[in-house]
Nanobody
């Protein structure tokens, strides 16, 4: 019953920004890598970004230079700052945790991000 609780999704215009949050437990946060996946209807699930317990990051080419993952160790929370959003960013975004390199042993419930005029 590992919990990963996302928040912050919503509707935004192209070029806009959103910040997603993912709150989890200390045991998960300190022992496993964290990441964000997304899935749009009709598309494969995509790893957006992952972060090791030491803070090293990898971004998908599609979001590099636009999205930023960060963490608040005191709150056991990871964030995804999404800037310059495009319609193709529309998807359900999932906070994940787990073993490197897939970082998908545990999943949050997902939060919808819609980018549309």
């Amino acid at each position: 019953q590992v919990q990963l609780v996302e928040s912050g999704g919503g509707l935004v215009q192209p070029g806009g920004s959103l910040r997603l949050s993912c709150a989890t437990s200390r045991s998960i946060f300190s022992n496993y890598a964290m990441g964000w996946y997304r899935q749009a209807p009709g598309k494969k699930r995509e790893l957006v970004v992952r972060m090791t317990t030491l803070g090293s990051t990898n971004y998908a080419d599609s979001v590099k230079d636009r999205f930023t993952i960060s963490r608040d160790n005191a709150k056991n929370t990871v964030y995804l700052q999404m800037n310059s959003l495009k319609p193709e960013d529309t998807a359900v975004y999932y906070c994940t945790s787990g073993r490197w390199p897939n970082v998908n042993d545990y999943w949050g419930q997902g939060t919808q991000v819609t980018v549309s005029p």
